[in-house]
């Protein structure tokens, strides 16, 4: 399974959004789709570092690189470094 | 007592005040003289389309100025404003508005497209008033009319319509999770907000000099504090940009850039702000006082965040929107380990609080019992539910003959050697999660309504960032993918409320008397979430 798909199965049965999955591409905007809820972006992060064994940094907690699910595979990436 | 209105706050820094900033939303910013003048142009507008006094009228967009100028527009005509959740799925906001009778809504172009499925799910919408678009962005569904933000500009803006009011009128109608499934319609006067406010602006000394953060949603009593507080004093209310709180180290910056001066949240944006927010890096100087409420916060955090922002005030607000804020605890700066817990603290003023054993007598100091509330803060009743309404509020509580109504927390308290009331829990199956409260009922007549689900049950696994996380355990008929439930579940039920773990059974476990046993599928939740934890 690739990154970006490991993160899209990650959201899906951790996130509460009442959209439609099957339309979340890697170029899907997140932040303008409500699909992260701001109380669970914390969890989000907890989830992601246990995953993929990665240390996210707050400062990287930012809008542009949780805007898509392939911002999201390319911050944990960097990170894989 | 109070005999100002609420709206009337809005007027009063508009004469006192008039070039001062009202409301910061993003890069938009009003003065007060100019949403005291849009407001009562709504006013006029809501009353040339039938909107009179005592009716109810929605609030359905995201938090906004537009939504600030719609509630005293609301207001002004004499209406009570009731908001919908935003993010909340139209199966369940269609029965709160066909509840409310919500036949006109304040709204946004960009919740046009669901206002169809709205009016489906039983909103009885005549009239919806679009305040951020024109005609041609809009198209209106059948048999509703679309009002756009030109049509205001007819009205005049220099006062208000002539609508006769009283402070016992109602001010805002909240809706809340009910134990059935039907969400409870929690009903407040302007003489319930004003009582709060007027106690609360004193109490934390808020001027016309301050900034006050608005971060809880609007159909959240968190709100009443950061908006009408803010119209009391002639201060600033600056909306926290949605987007931004999920960003805690962004939002952090935003709160130094943006000069907040009074902080009010639910105890988890603080946490967040500690776990992830860097928030010993940010200097906060203009941060003089922190307000939380709506959850126990964990004072490992608590105490971290005093730390940080060693020149502010910290204090717990508590009460059930029923009673907006009915106790209050300040934060002693205290040297050592911090103590596990907190209290609520006292009551605010002008109300009484009581511990009220299983025979109706009041209990001494330290005895645990019921919470029992009364004063100028405590609610009318719940809309259109007199059963309810009659089963929480008592009117003629141990002989009284008039005055405020006791209302019934539902909350087991007691009152610790310095005066302080100590919350120990729930008489039923409340609970809180993210600040919001939620009926297990509420959810569990959700998840029923699947064909798969034969039976379901629906616990709290405690958890110390968000107090609470919920688990559903169910029986299928068939097999079914938790993800399928969690979907469904989404579609019915607002965000906060939807299940975050599933596990599927046989049978649920009874008790000897046949009742589904709660407390052992709720003790074998808290042990696996431990177990995945240790896991890790």
């Known amino acids: 399974m690739s990154t970006e798909e490991q993160i899209k199965d990650l959201m899906a049965s951790n996130l509460h959004w009442s959209g439609s999955w099957a339309d979340v591409d890697t170029d899907y905007p997140l932040l303008d789709n409500q699909v992260v809820d701001s109380l669970d972006m914390v969890t989000l992060i907890s989830l992601l570092e246990d995953e993929f064994d990665v240390e996210i940094d707050d400062r990287d907690v930012v809008p542009s690189n949780f805007a898509s699910i392939g911002r999201i595979a390319a911050l944990v990436e960097s990170r894989r470094q | ?536």
């Open chain 2, 1 to 536: 007592m109070s005999t100002t209105l609420v709206h009337d706050l809005l007027h009063a820094s508009a004469e006192r005040f008039p070039s001062r900033t009202a409301v910061v939303d993003g890069e938009r910013s009003v003065t007060y003289a100019e949403l005291d003048a849009t407001a009562n142009r709504l006013a006029h507008l809501l009353a040339a389309r039938r909107v009179r006094k005592g009716d109810r009228v929605g609030l359905y967009l995201d938090k906004s100025l537009e939504s600030l100028i719609g509630i005293y527009g609301i207001l002004k005509a004499g209406a009570a404003y009731v908001p919908l959740d935003p993010g909340a799925p139209p199966l369940r906001l269609g029965p709160i508005a066909r509840d409310a009778g919500l036949s006109c809504l304040v709204t946004s172009k960009a919740k046009a497209g669901l206002w169809r499925s709205l009016i489906a799910e039983g909103a009885p919408v005549e009239t919806l008033v679009v305040l951020d678009g024109d005609d041609r962005e809009v198209t209106p569904p059948d048999r509703a009319e679309v009002v756009t933000a030109s049509a205001i500009d007819e009205h005049p803006s220099d006062g208000p319509p002539d609508v006769p009011r009283a402070n016992s009128d109602l001010a805002y109608i909240l809706y809340t999770s009910g134990s059935t499934g039907v969400p409870k319609g929690v009903m407040l006067s302007h003489l319930n907000a004003m009582s709060f406010v007027d106690w609360a602006t004193g109490e934390f000394g808020v001027t016309e000099d301050d900034r006050l953060s608005s971060h809880a949603p609007l159909h959240f009593d968190l709100s009443v504090f950061d908006l009408f507080a803010a119209a009391k004093a002639g201060a600033a209310v600056v909306l926290v940009p949605q987007q931004l709180a999920l960003f805690p180290f962004e939002l952090a910056k935003w709160i130094r850039d943006t000069g907040i001066t009074v902080w009010y949240s639910v105890p988890s944006i603080l946490t967040s702000l500690v776990l992830r927010g860097r928030l010993n890096e940010t200097e906060l100087p203009a941060v003089r006082t922190v307000l939380f409420a709506g959850e126990v916060f964990p004072t490992k955090y608590l105490y971290q965040v005093m730390q940080i922002l060693t020149h502010a005030r910290f204090a717990n607000l508590f009460g059930p929107t029923e009673t907006n804020v009915c106790t209050w605890y300040e934060v002693p700066r205290s040297a050592g380990e911090p103590a596990d817990s907190i209290p609520i603290g006292r009551a605010i003023n002008g109300v009484e609080t009581f511990a009220v054993g299983e025979d109706g007598s009041v209990l001494a100091h330290g005895e645990v019992g019921e919470l029992y509330v009364r004063g100028p803060t405590v609610m009318q009743g719940y809309w259109g539910d007199e059963e309810r309404t009659k089963a929480a509020l008592l009117r003629h509580w141990q002989g009284e003959s008039g005055g405020f109504p006791v209302y019934r927390t539902g909350d087991l308290a007691y009152l610790d050697d310095n005066g302080d009331w100590i919350f120990l829990g729930r008489r039923d199956s409340q609970i809180k999660s993210r600040g919001y409260r939620i009926e297990l009922g509420d959810i569990e007549a959700a998840l029923s309504q699947h064909p798969s689900v034969l039976e379901c049950a629906v616990v709290a696994v405690p958890d110390e960032a968000v107090t609470n996380r919920i688990k559903a355990f169910v029986v299928a008929s068939e097999s079914v993918e938790a993800s399928e439930l969690s979907r469904f579940c989404a579609g019915r039920l607002p965000r906060y409320m939807t299940p975050e773990f599933y596990e599927f059974l046989d049978e649920l476990p009874r008790s000897s008397t046949g009742k589904i046993d709660r407390r052992t599928l709720a003790a074998g939740a808290q042990t696996t979430a431990a177990a995945s934890d240790a896991g890790e």
